[in-house]
T-cell receptor, first 110, second 115 residues
Framework: GQQVMQIPQYQHVQEGEDFTTYCNSS?????IQWYKQRPGGHPVFLIQ?????EVKKQKRLTFQFGEAKKNSSLHITATQTTDVGTYFC??????????FGAGTTVTVRA | GAVVSQHPSRVICKSGTSVKIECRSL??????MFWYRQFPKQSLMLMAT?????????EQGVEKDKFLINHASLTLSTLTVTSAHPEDSSFYIC???????????FGPGTRLTVT
């Protein structure tokens, strides 16, 4: 199956700054999904990207799917304390199973 | 999205005993549910896909006789950890597959500690 790699593993951000987390797959994906897990919580679905080169925005979050459908990124602008948590990308290749990246754990300095 | 519950939220058991974890889809008929385990500060590892009315499909390296999965109805799947050992201690999370984007809705998880 596909392997999904995600970097960085940890991101320490000053409140108000921007950051990006990146995902790469060893194989072409049919879609990629992003989830957020708050400390002590469970993953919550954020968004799905399907089309090559697709870009979607949710307020301060911008999600991109690469042209080759093998990589994706999540960019957060003006980081707030509510952004704390672990962000996972999860890729799928022609079936409904998801392969999760290692996650990027975000902490925010006020 | 779907609302998913898990029971129990935490369980401590002795080595050699069996533990059953329930996953319920409260507002959605789920033909497919997934079981994951997550070690501290690590990612989610898919253990098996639970299909209503049929046998579960296990991922490579997951022992089907140790992790028994039963998906007897469209709203309930159970995971039984048989003859548990300390190395089975982990966070077990189930999910339900949605139909809009085939996204997954996760339960709150079950923290299993085997002593």
């Amino acid at each position: 199956g596909q392997q999904v790699m995600q970097i960085p593993q940890y991101q320490h951000v000053q409140e108000g700054e921007d950051f990006t987390t990146y995902c790469n797959s060893s194989t072409t994906l049919s879609n990629i999904q992003w989830y957020k897990q708050r400390p002590g919580g469970h993953p919550v679905f954020l968004i799905q990207l399907v089309k090559s080169g697709e870009v979607k925005k949710q307020k301060r979050l911008t999600f991109q799917f690469g042209e080759a459908k093998k990589n994706s990124s999540l960019h957060i602008t003006a980081t707030q304390t509510t952004d704390v948590g672990t962000y996972f990308c999860a890729g799928s290749s022609n079936d409904y199973k998801l392969s999760f990246g290692a996650g990027t754990t975000v902490t925010v300095r006020a | 999205g779907a609302v998913v519950s898990q029971h129990p939220s935490r369980v401590i058991c002795k080595s050699g005993t069996s533990v059953k974890i329930e996953c319920r889809s409260l507002d959605f008929q789920a033909t497919t549910m997934f079981w994951y385990r997550q070690f501290p500060k690590q990612s989610l590892m898919l253990m098996a896909t639970s299909n209503e009315g049929s046998k579960a499909t296990y991922e490579q390296g997951v022992e089907k006789d140790k992790f028994l999965i039963n998906h007897a109805s469209l709203t309930l799947s159970t995971l039984t950890v048989t003859s548990a050992h300390p190395e089975d201690s982990s966070f077990y999370i189930c999910s339900v597959r949605g139909t809009t984007f085939y996204e997954q809705y996760f339960g709150p998880g079950t923290r299993l500690t085997v002593t």
